[in-house]
């Protein structure tokens, strides 16, 4: 610092302005008490605090190119010395020329302490030297399929897009794909489906890809909304009828289940189905599970569904629905105009119903082979030893609520006999 | 309760086919008939049995005599047949779901299966016996005193060969004393529990038939529960069958909870039961007040039929006869103001009568 001092009033002078007072300045200046500093010039005072910040926290093309930093983003990079308040700590001072000025009007400035404020200004930032890392944890019915990717996640409760505020949002599918150009190499881009629906009915399916994933997301979502198709459903819980549908390689088949099934199905046909208020089906997905066209093939199925009435006037019969736990009332789904009679059927006519909303398909259900153990010896000799044990549950049950404990029918004539400790509450 | 229903739906089963047995026995007499034959057999000898609590202001104290009368039996069926949704309604038994089906149909054979489904309605909705309780009395067969001290225990016989009606079955006890006897109605029970259990009996009392379990069960409004297994446990004129009816009953008059019973086969039992013992006036004002005219007019003709000395004017001449009801009221109602007041506001709304809906159908 005094050496750069020195060079500069030696410019002066050789310039000729320098006056008298300068001079001695000068002698001062040369005054052997005063120790010289060496004025290397290193990389600290050669950049100014940008350039120093850009060359931790980034890394270059061709750092990046060779496969560096590739931890880059995991790292925290955080400016600790934001919006700190300079010359402000836990006591207040007052230190003319940093945080005041020298001279109050004709008045030298005095450092001086103050009174000691409640809150210290620099709170916030030592807050953020102190805090840790740590992953931003999601709710459960929120994070998808699994926790790492974002396939399946709830997108208005995880992310800050501009969503409909009447649908919901999943991500159906995820991929990173790449071309090769001869300028950049290999090109990444995220390619993100996304499904979204109101839970009543409305649903729709949308591709996006950007070389930011978020950004993909954003766009297969704008998509998805423009996209909105209507699908029926029998009373608000499943499918008008068993259905095939397929896409590429992918081919489904569709069950209609009665309330209370649940969802038996690939998981991005669970994930529509939610988005789309279907409550109870049964899909068996055949070829290529690639979840786009899994998706597409569902959502197409759903589409192509026959009403009722359309299939009461195809047939022109009654479309009759017959419920066991309803003792088989026949309720009828649909009526044609014209109802054909029972002498108007010719014998070579299907009447089956599931046959022709299959289009004649047939589904092959593999029968359910009894587990291995079966066939072993060991399994005969575990049946016959279980044999002398049967009916004991229901003993136990009726003894306890006669005596309130179990008791052998000697229990009157011997009391000693009784097995005091086996009582059992339920 | 799942349990229940399914038993039930057995308990019906065994009735019915008990009865064919009966009319096979008989050269296939008609049913009502075979009915009041076994009516006529349950009601001989001296009605006993606590009916506490119960006004008998019948001058007939009997209900079976008039409960198997053939006109009565068809008030009560008809009266259980105008609702039955409750019969075709999702029933939960804990069985799992099986698949709806979906079919073609022809008009034809829709109406055939429409039909189908109300023999169902009817099968389900028939009424359980309104009887009074049973008499316990023992016919002693022979007394041999050469085989006394034969046993410590008494050896009871039972014929299980099959197609012979259960309370025809010959079951005989030879008690160590010597005496061959008919055997009680509680070893009956037992020994028909043991050949022919029926699913759902058990053979001690469960413990909901407690008073205190009892209680509890009518303050949940568990009416339809607490009958259906009554049905499935007791035999109709088991005298504790009947006290926790008639209870059930009372409570159910006393809280005006009717509409748990509308649509069950309990509902006709109920109605003859509050008929016969003349008090139905509160039953009644309900009903009109609900617009269920016609349960109003089958309700005052049982009232009638339960007293031949008292005869109304007129007969109903429709099922909607509101004159007939006009004359119950003010001849034998104790709510005479209550009463009429609700039929006037039920009057003022002109709604249409049976009669008049049956053309429109049309």
Redesign the interface.
Known sequence: MIGQMRAAFAKLVIAGQAQLPLSRICLQLTCPNVQQVRSAVTGFNSHNSDQLWKSISVVSKNGARRGRGKKVNARVIKDLYRNQVLGDGKVKMVWPGLNTSVVRGRQIVQQEKLDTPKEDPNEAVREAKEEKLARRKLHPLDRGFSSANICGRNLKNTTNLELHKDFDFRVVDNRNVCHMTGLVGRYQTAAVVVACGNGNGLIGLGAGKSMLRLKAVQKASTRAMNRLVYIERHNNHTVL?DFFSHFYATKVFV???????GLKCHRVIALICKLAGIKDIHVKVEGSTMPMNVAKAFVLGLVRQKTYQDLAED?K??????????????N??ASPTV????AD?PTTES?D??Q?ALDGRVRYVKPRQPPFFTKLKGWEVHLKKEERSRGYRQNLY?LT??YGETRSFLADKYPEARQKNKIYKF | MALVSRTCWRRIQNISRNVCYGSQQNNHVLRGDCLAKIASRLSSGNVGGDRAGLQTSSPNSDPTSVFFKDEVQSCLLEMNMRDVSKVFQTRKEGKGLSDIEIKFMTQEQLEEEENKAMETARYFLQVPPVLSPREESIVELSKDPALQGLDESKLIFTDISYGVPHRERLIVARDPDGTLRHASTDERYRMLQTYFPDEGRTYEVPQLFSPSNLKSLWERSEFTFILDRACVQFEPDDPHYISITSETYNFIDENCGYDHLLGTRHYGAFAFYIAFYGRLDKFLNHCISTYRIQDAVSLVKIFYWSRPQIRPSKEATSPDDVEFLKEYISEHSKDKAILSKTLSAYLELNLPTAAEEAALGN
């Open positions: 009828h069950s209609r289940k009665p309330e209370g099934h047939k019969l009654h479309v009759v629905e017959f419920d066991s736990l309803r003792r088989n009332f026949p009828v789904l109802c054909r009679k029972n059927i009447l119903f599931t022709h009726e609520a006669k």
